[in-house]
Each structure stands twice: as C-alpha cells, then as structure tokens.
C-alpha cells in the first residue's frame, strides 16, 4: 500500500518520497491532506508507490536481510575484539 507520512526522525529511512510513499513536514496539515488526496485519487501512483514499498520493505526491513545484516554486525564486532 502507498504510505503518506511526515518526514520526520527515522521514517526517511523507510519511505522514500516520491519513491515508495509521500512524506510531508511535521505538522503541516494542509501538505498532508494534498498527498493523501493525491494517493487516493490517482490509481497509477497507488500502484507504483505500492509495489515499490513492497519490494523496499521485503528487500530492506525483511526478517531474512535484517537477520543477516544483524548477524554481520555482530561477527564483525565479536571478531574485532580477539
């Protein structure tokens, strides 16, 4: 699904505006309500923000990467301190 969020603390790393959601400035209302108006009413970028949030979530911030990005970072510390 296509994600409408403010552009704040770690949420950049996630949607990537233009990309796999719109991100507005905290607290700015009227911005918000011009992207999800802009969401809701236009199927062809529904899609592409969808199927690209898709492929980032599973490619990124999947169980099998994030576990194995985890694993790595352990390793690396563990076996910089023998």
Do not use: C, F, N, Y
Not at 39 to 52: E, F, I, P, Y
Not at 69 to 76: E, F
């Amino acid at each position: 699904l296509p994600v409408v969020a403010q552009d704040i603390a770690g949420v950049p790393e996630v949607v990537l505006h233009g990309q796999t959601g719109l991100l507005t400035p905290p607290g700015d209302d009227a911005a918000a309500a011009t992207a999800m108006a802009q969401v809701l009413t236009d199927t062809g970028l529904q899609r592409k923000l969808g199927q690209a949030a898709r492929l980032r979530a599973r490619t990124h911030h999947g169980m099998a990467g994030t576990s194995t990005r985890l694993s790595q970072m352990l390793t690396d510390v563990v076996g910089g301190r023998r």
